[in-house]
């Protein structure tokens, strides 16, 4: 990797700098507690969902099994930003290195693309339990959901090492300050000594990939869905359908709407502001909520939340 510097103050400096939330430091002490119990919350809540699909026997089905995997990648997706944000807040010089840069930018957007093969693997489950009903405990088996899920978890973390491992061989120019609290393709391509239009289109491609294919199987998935549930006599029997469905819904409303968002279009018709607040959403609000949303909608789960809680 090389870097240039236009000043000699900024020689000194061994990576890039986060800038993050820019306040007062008093201001910096409130966001560091507020983000650490928010932090906390997601862990407890995300943890709490995998020890009660684990110890509830009604829960060891192929739905709560990967709604459990599904949680254990939030848990991983927000820890690949937050702890890094909490120790900016507290620090005077907000500095990344090069190394520690690229890896957040690897892990992720990796997990961030596991997240998305994930729920169209959920969606998928969703499907066949609902418009294959009879043939879903033989076509949904253990082995399956098994190579699914390791396929999403393979699949997501081959998908972006090679333009990470271009971007990381350019030269950086100028102050090498980053606008925003996680180090974003968008911000360091900025960085750029020199405009790289090749690997903008590619990664505008890889990333549209990731996104689109996913979304597009979820869609088709809940059309399907929506046509099987339509076609049921009973009013009860079509609300039970669309209560197994309602919370993944929800999520992917959340997550797919807020992640387009921002790349899906282009990065520099967003404020730095703005940029910060929708991957804000995205990459914490998301994971904060999915625990609050599947128990919430779900009696099942609710029942072995309430177990745990009184143990």
């Known amino acids: 990797m090389r870097t240039h510097s236009s000043t000699g103050n900024s020689s000194t400096i061994t990576g890039f700098i986060l800038l993050g939330f820019p306040c007062p430091r008093e201001e910096q002490i ?7 119990i928010v932090y906390l919350l997601i862990l407890m809540g995300n943890a709490s969902i995998i020890c009660a699909v ?6 060891h089905t192929p739905m709560y099994f990967l ?3 599904f949680s254990f990648l939030e848990i991983w997706y927000v820890t690949s930003t937050v702890p890094n944000m909490l120790a900016n ?3 005077d010089t907000k500095v990344i290195s090069f190394s520690g840069c690229f890896l957040q930018f ?11 093969l994930f729920l169209a693997v959920m969606a998928f489950d969703r499907y066949l339990a609902i418009c294959r009903p009879l043939h879903y405990p033989t076509l949904m088996t253990g082995h399956l959901c098994n190579t699914l899920v390791i396929s999403c978890w393979v699949l997501g973390f081959l998908w972006f090492p090679v333009p990470i491992v271009i971007i990381s061989q350019m030269s950086f120019c100028g102050s090498r300050i980053i606008d925003h609290f996680l180090c974003d393709p968008g911000p360091l ?10 690997m903008e289109v590619f990664w505008a491609i890889i990333t549209s990939l990731i996104l689109f294919t996913p979304f597009l199987f979820i869609m088709g998935s809940y059309i399907l869905v929506l046509r099987a549930v339509f076609r049921v006599p009973s009013r009860d029997g079509q609300k039970k359908a669309f209560s197994t469905c309602g919370s993944h819904l929800t999520v992917v409303s959340l997550f797919y709407g807020s992640v387009m968002i921002m790349y899906l279009s282009p990065t520099s018709e967003h ?3 703005m940029q910060k607040l929708v991957t804000l959403f995205y990459s914490v609000g998301t994971p904060l909520l999915n625990p609050v949303i599947y128990s919430l909608r779900n009696k099942d789960m609710k029942h072995a939340m309430q177990k745990i809680l009184q143990t």
């Open 271 to 273: 404020e730095a502001g």
């Open 30 to 36: 409130l966001l560091f507690v507020l983000f650490f």
């Open 54 to 59: 684990y110890c509830d026997q009604r829960l």
């Open 67 to 69: 709604l459990a995997n």
């Open 106 to 116: 690897y892990f992720f957007f990796s997990l961030g693309s596991t997240e998305c």
């Open 89 to 91: 807040f507290l620090s």
């Open 189 to 198: 391509l900025a960085l750029a000594c020199s405009r790289a239009p090749l």
